[in-house]
């Protein structure tokens, strides 16, 4: 029966110990210089936010009481996600205007845009000649299904994101 048994002198065993020693010394160094010498690269969202570029393209939201029913957004719409419908306004009613004026001569019976469809390449909001479809930059619209992505911006719920995104900036901290 032979038995093999590795043997290693003196100076080898020195020599892996320091080896050892330096290279986890070496790595530990380069480790704790990106823990205290460099800037974080990550954020402690969402109480901390980054600030978005003015002309970031977020949330689509159509500000409906401005809102002339041309339907220029959606033929613009490279992805035909954006459906409207309307009536015109019966004779004899009082004929609305918008904020800049423009006379609301149609009633606008649907306004929905699929956001699970849609590219966010802003043309639609570049044609509207009311700019009451715009960008908003709220970016906190995760849904469970696709189907909960398909907004109707004639439904109360819809409406009432007014106040929070249009015209607003987002309060952001340093
Ligand atoms: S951003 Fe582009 S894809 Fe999205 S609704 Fe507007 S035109 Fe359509
Ligand atoms: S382009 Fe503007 S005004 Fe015309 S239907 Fe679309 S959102 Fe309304």
Same mark, same amino acid.
């Given at each position: &029966? ?19 020693? %330096? *290279?986890? !010394?070496?790595? &530990? ?12 690269? *990550?954020?402690?969202?969402?109480? !901390? ?54 006379? &609301? ?9 699929? %956001? ?6 802003g043309l639609c909001t570049t044609v509207c ?15 469970? %299904? ?8 004639? *439904?109360?719920? !819809? ?10 900036e987002p309060v952001y901290r340093k």
């Amino acid at each position: &029966m032979s038995t093999n048994v590795e043997t290693v002198s003196v100076k080898e065993y020195f020599h892996s110990l320091y080896e050892g020693v %330096t *290279s986890t !010394v070496k790595g &530990m160094w380069i480790t704790f210089k990106y823990v205290w010498g460099h800037k974080a690269v *990550s954020i402690e969202y969402p109480e !901390v936010r980054e600030v978005l570029p003015a002309n970031a393209r977020m949330r689509l939201f159509n500000d409906v009481d401005n809102c002339i029913s041309c339907n220029m957004c959606a033929i613009a719409c490279p992805v035909d996600c954006i459906y409207i419908s309307s009536v015109p306004r019966p004779a004899g009613q009082e004929v609305p205007k918008t904020d800049d004026g423009t006379p &609301m001569r149609q009633v606008l019976t649907q306004y929905v845009i699929d %956001t699970a469809l849609c590219c966010y390449c802003g043309l639609c909001t570049t044609v509207c000649p009311t700019e009451s479809l715009t960008h908003s930059n709220d970016y906190e619209f995760a849904q469970y %299904t696709l189907g909960d992505m398909k907004y109707d911006y004639l *439904s109360p719920e !819809v409406i009432a994101w007014k106040p929070r995104i249009v015209g607003k900036e987002p309060v952001y901290r340093k």
